[in-house]
C-alpha cells in the first residue's frame, strides 16, 4: 500500500494538539486496511522523520435513525504515532 493512500489526514483537536505540544505524538485518520507497519512507513516516507511507536484505534459508526429506516455510518481507523526525540512535524 502506497503512503499516499495509507494516510487520510491529519486530526486536529484540541487533546491532539495538546499531544503534539507535550508529547511529540501526532493523530491520523488513516485507511482502516492498514497495518502498524504500514502507518510506520508512510510517515516516515511523507514527513521525512523517525518513528518511535504507533498506536492504533478502529470507531465503529454510529447507527443512526431515519426515515426509511436505520442508517450506519463509516468505521474510521485512527492511529497515534510518537515521534523519536528531536522531530518534528509542521502541520500548521
Same mark, same amino acid.
Not at 516516507?45 to 429506516?69: E, H, I, S
Given at each position: 500500500?502506497?503512503? &499516499?493512500?495509507?494516510?487520510?489526514?491529519?486530526?486536529?483537536?484540541?487533546?491532539?494538539?495538546?499531544?503534539?505540544?507535550?508529547?511529540?505524538?501526532?493523530?491520523?485518520?488513516?485507511?482502516?486496511?492498514?497495518?502498524?507497519?504500514?502507518?510506520?512507513?508512510? &510517515?516516515?516516507?511523507?514527513?521525512?522523520?523517525?518513528?518511535?511507536?504507533?498506536?492504533?484505534?478502529?470507531?465503529?459508526?454510529?447507527?443512526?435513525?431515519?426515515?426509511?429506516?436505520?442508517?450506519?455510518?463509516?468505521?474510521?481507523?485512527?492511529?497515534?504515532?510518537?515521534?523519536?526525540?528531536?522531530?518534528?512535524?509542521?502541520?500548521?
Amino acid at each position: 500500500m502506497e503512503a &499516499i493512500h495509507v494516510i487520510k489526514k491529519p486530526v486536529v483537536t484540541e487533546k491532539g494538539t495538546w499531544g503534539m505540544n507535550e508529547q511529540n505524538r501526532y493523530v491520523f485518520q488513516v485507511d482502516t486496511r492498514a497495518t502498524k507497519t504500514d502507518i510506520r512507513k508512510a &510517515i516516515e516516507d511523507l514527513y521525512k522523520v523517525k518513528v518511535a511507536g504507533v498506536n492504533t484505534q478502529t470507531r465503529k459508526g454510529k447507527r443512526r435513525r431515519v426515515k426509511t429506516g436505520w442508517s450506519e455510518a463509516k468505521l474510521t481507523k485512527l492511529a497515534s504515532v510518537k515521534l523519536a526525540e528531536g522531530d518534528k512535524i509542521d502541520l500548521f
